[in-house]
Every structure is written in structure tokens, then in C-alpha cells.
């Protein structure tokens, strides 16, 4: 049936993000570095200086990774607060996990897998939650996007940081060669696996753009909705609140 063809295409989406980031888990902080050319780290600190978390808050950290926000969120919050590093991928927690404990980072640091869709946190727990390149790669976005409305604090704020659309003509067209035909073969080379990047190149085409991604967010709930372009739309942050 037509829903019967739906069910397996989403199961297929879901276990087709599995597969790539148990394939590139190992090399994933090396890979962000070389196809970025180091420019992730700025996108992370300006999304952590948007982010208004303070000693005590409560940060979920979600579709973590290796946790490059949660060791940030992790200073900031101090020994009376907590930082919850969420991931669907138990060899991409694996990785996190043990680079914050080589960080020395323990304390105020717990690891939880669960699915953005249906998250196992009470109602109104975080003060922040975060979602950085992730939301891409999640099946049911609104959903995802409800449920992350519902364990928020009132006055708490989302961020979404991920992949958009360049603002420029010529940037888009030498950003989509890029994608396509340069991640892949660097892809290749440094984790053997140039399908895992291919599917990261579609995976950001496909991605709602700005304004899009701006609806969702108050259809879901979200109250002053804005974003920040990075980079020329390559990536933008997203900021919203619950009231
Ligand atoms: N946030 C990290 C960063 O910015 O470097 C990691 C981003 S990585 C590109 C995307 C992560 O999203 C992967 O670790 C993947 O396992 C996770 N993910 C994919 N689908 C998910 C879902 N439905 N729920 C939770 N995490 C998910």
C-alpha cells in the first residue's frame, strides 16, 4: 500500500544515518576537521555564545556525537548544573563518552541514547537544548522538533545549528561542487567509505532552507523564532524560545 511504501522508506532513512555514523564515528572529529577546514569550531562557539546557558542550567546536548558542545556546555554550567549528551548512535556516544573522560570532563556529563523523535526526559527539564548538524538526519523532523518543545523549560530556548542554503548564487554552485564531488573522494580516503559522504551531501540538498526550517520550529511551538546565516547561509543558526 502507499503507507506500506512510506513505513520502509522511513525505516530505510533510519538505518541508513545508523550505518554511517557507526562507519565514520572513529574518524568523525578528523573528517569535521578536514572538510570544514576547521571552521566547525567557530560555528560551535558562536552557537554556544547564543546559547545564554549559566552556572546551574540544565543542557541537552542533543544528537551530541562526540560531544564538542557538551565539553563547552560542561564549563559553563559548573558542578551544580548538567549536560545531557544525547545520541541515537551507540558507537558515536562510545566516541563522545570516552573524549570527555580523556578531557577529564565527568561530573556534570551523563550520556543517554534515545531517539530526537521521542525523547525520555521529563516535560520542562532544560533550560537549553541544542541540535548541531543533527536535525538533518532525523526522519520526522516535526516530531522531533515537538518533542524537544515539550522537555524544555519555560523561558528555556532551542538552537539548531545545521547545513542551509548559501545566501549567493556562485557560492551555492561551488558549495554544491564541493559537496559532491570533493567530500566524497576525501570521505574515501581518510575513513574508506565514500558512500557515508555521499549521503552527507544529499542530506544537506535535501535539508528545509532557512525560512522553512523558521515555520517548523513555531509550528511546533517555538515563540520568536530568528536565525543567524554562517558563513553565507552554508550553515545557520536557528534560535527559538518557549514561553
Ligand atoms: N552534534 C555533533 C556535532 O555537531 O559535531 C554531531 C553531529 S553528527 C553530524 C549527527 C549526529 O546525529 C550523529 O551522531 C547521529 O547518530 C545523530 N542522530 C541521527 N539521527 C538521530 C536521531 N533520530 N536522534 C538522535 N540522534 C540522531
Redesign the pocket.
Known amino acids: 500500500t502507499h503507507f506500506g511504501f512510506r513505513t520502509v522508506a522511513k525505516n530505510n532513512k533510519a538505518e541508513m ?1 545508523a550505518d554511517v ?1 557507526h562507519s565514520v564515528a572513529a574518524k568523525y572529529d578528523l573528517m ?1 576537521d578536514l572538510m570544514s577546514f576547521g571552521i566547525h569550531r567557530i560555528w ?1 562557539r558562536y552557537t554556544i555564545d547564543c546559547s545564554g546557558v549559566r552556572r546551574g542550567h540544565r543542557v541537552l ?6 560531544g ?2 557538551t565539553a563547552k556546555f560542561s564549563r559553563l554550567v559548573g558542578e551544580e548544573g548538567q549536560v545531557v549528551l ?4 551507540d558507537s ?1 556516544l562510545k566516541v563522545g563518552r570516552e573524549k570527555m573522560r580523556n578531557k577529564g570532563i565527568v561530573g556534570n556529563v551523563s550520556y543517554v541514547q ?4 521521542a525523547l525520555p526526559f521529563p516535560d520542562n527539564y532544560f533550560d537549553c537544548i541544542t541540535i ?3 536535525l538533518r ?3 520526522e523532523k516535526e516530531k ?1 522538533l515537538r518533542s524537544m518543545f515539550r522537555v524544555l523549560k519555560p523561558g528555556g530556548r532551542l538552537l539548531v545549528l545545521e547545513f542551509s542554503k548559501p545566501v549567493l548564487a556562485p557560492l551555492s554552485k561551488i558549495y554544491d561542487t564541493y559537496s559532491f564531488h570533493v567530500l566524497p573522494r576525501i570521505g574515501q580516503m581518510v575513513t574508506k567509505d565514500a558512500e557515508s559522504y555521499r549521503y552527507l551531501a544529499e542530506s544537506i540538498r535535501m535539508h528545509p532552507d532557512q525560512e522553512t526550517l523558521k515555520g517548523m520550529m513555531a509550528d511546533a511551538g517555538f515563540e520568536n523564532v530568528t536565525y543567524n546565516n554562517l558563513t553565507g547561509g552554508i550553515v545557520a543558526l536557528h534560535r527559538g524560545y518557549k514561553f
Do not use: H, P
Not at 61 to 66: F, I, M
Not at 86 to 89: F, L, P, Q, S, V
Open positions: 544515518v555514523f569535521n560551535k546536548d542533543l544528537a551530541g556525537g562526540t564538542d558542545l544525547a545520541d541515537i548512535n558515536m534515545a531517539n530526537a523523535e548541531s548538524f543533527g538526519n532525523v526522519t522531533a
